[in-house]
Each structure stands twice: as C-alpha cells, then as structure tokens.
C-alpha cells in the first residue's frame, strides 16, 4: 500500500510560506501547487480508507471462518498478520499527523501572521480548527496505545520497536495460534481502525476547508483587484480629457 504521509505535503506548504518575502499576500503565490498537494493527500486518505475497508471485509471473513474451524488457513492467517501490522503503524501516522498539526498551527500563528485571520466556510478560524485537529489526535492517539495495552499488554510504542526488529511476526504468530487469540486481535485491530478512519476523514474535511479558505481569499483578492484596475482605468481616461484642456498663461 502506498505510504501516507502528510508530512511530505506539510513540510512543503512550509517551505513554500517559507520561501515567500514578507508582506507580499500568500493567497497570490503558487496557489494552484497548493492545491494540487492538497487534493493528492486527500485522495491518498481515500486509498488510506479503502485499505481499512479490506482489512474489515477480511476481519469478518476470518471470524465467520472461526466460528466453523478449529485452525485458520495459513493463507487468511497470513493476511491477517499483515494487517494487523498496519493497523499497529495506523497509531504511529496518527503521532505523526499529530506533530503536522502542530507544524501547521505554527505556521497560521507564528510564521505568516497574515493567515491567522484566514476562515472557513462556516467562518471559523483556520487556525482553531487546527489547533482542534491536533487535541483531537492527541486524544486518538491516546485511545489507540490503550487498546494496545488492554489486549496485547505491550504499548503502541513498544509494538512499533517489535516490528522494527523484525520480532512482531512471531509474536503475531504465536498470538494467532489460539482461537481466543484471533480473536482478541481481530477486535484490536476493529477498534484501531474505527479510530483511525475517524480520524483520516477528519483530516480530509480540515484539508478540504483549507482548499476551500484559499481558494475564497484568492476569489475575493482577484476581485478587489479587478475593482482597483477598473478604478485606475477611469482615473486614467479622466486625466487624458483634462491634458486637452488649456490652462491660462500665469
């Protein structure tokens, strides 16, 4: 599956502010690679979302096959392994995405005074709802590490460095002997994952704001641009009907 990383496009939304002289309006600059970013993490949060899809359809494939067989089929054992072991990684994108939102509100804070006004749709800050995003993760995040602590008695952290090692398959392995085992992670995996989907469309709708804040800033700065040009036209016409005036000599 193809890696998310929301890093990637926050790190360049970062340079690109970055990279931008001071007091020129941001909205005006390279909008249209802004956007593109943005809406290629939205659609890898869709192809995030239908991965966890599979992985459900297989978790209730695997318990409707326990209920009739003793020993799962290495294969669907196999399969299931696998993703047990993104649902484990879920909990670290989620730090991750995490410390992006801080990123982030460092950015619309700190770092480009000029966007703290910026609002969305329903004409809240940009900058809350970031702020908001990140207690949200934090909570999720949170939620995650005590699943992980409840049935597998190792925490999101330790389970990471297992799978870092290369020890998480055999753990996996030895979990998945036993009925109750199998079960016990197929419910973990549930539960990891309701959370990451709430959180993944989360992201999507904050990315979709952002899209949609910019692109009704730079809407609104093209028009007042267009009155201002207008302005100056008729300035300009009137001028040129007063140099055809003769002034009286002094």
């Known amino acids: 599956m193809k890696s998310i990383s929301v890093s990637i496009i926050f790190f360049s939304l970062f340079t690109f502010y970055s990279n931008i002289m001071a007091g020129i309006p941001v909205t005006c600059l390279n909008c249209s690679n802004l956007f593109t970013q943005a809406l290629e993490y939205i659609n890898e949060i869709e192809q995030l979302l239908e991965a966890i899809k599979r992985y459900e359809e297989l978790a209730k494939q695997t318990e409707n096959m326990m209920k009739n067989t003793k020993n799962l089929p290495s294969d669907l054992k196999g399969n299931l392994m696998s993703q047990l072991d993104s649902a484990v990684s879920n909990v670290e994108k989620l730090k991750t995405y995490k410390g992006d939102m801080d990123a982030l509100y460092t950015i619309f804070t700190d770092t480009w005074p000029e966007l703290k006004n910026m609002k969305d749709g329903d004409g809240t800050l940009m900058s809350d709802r970031i702020l908001k995003r990140s207690s949200q993760l934090k909570s999720a995040v949170k939620k995650m590490d005590n699943i992980l602590r409840s049935n597998f008695q190792l925490s ?22 036993s009925k109750s085992g199998r079960q016990q992670a197929i419910e973990a995996g549930n539960q990891i994952n309701s959370i990451a989907v709430n959180e993944l469309r989360q992201n999507r709708a904050l990315l979709a704001n952002f899209v949609q804040a910019q692109t009704t800033a730079l809407a609104q700065e093209q028009q007042e641009k267009k009155v201002l040009e207008a302005q100056e036209q008729r300035d300009l016409e009137k001028g040129i009907n007063r140099t055809g005036v003769t002034l009286p000599d002094l």
């Not at 999101?156 to 002997?177: H, N, P, R, T, V």
């Open 156 to 177: 999101g952290k330790q389970l990471q460095e297992m799978q870092d090692s290369g020890d998480f398959e055999d753990y996996m392995a030895d979990l998945l002997l």
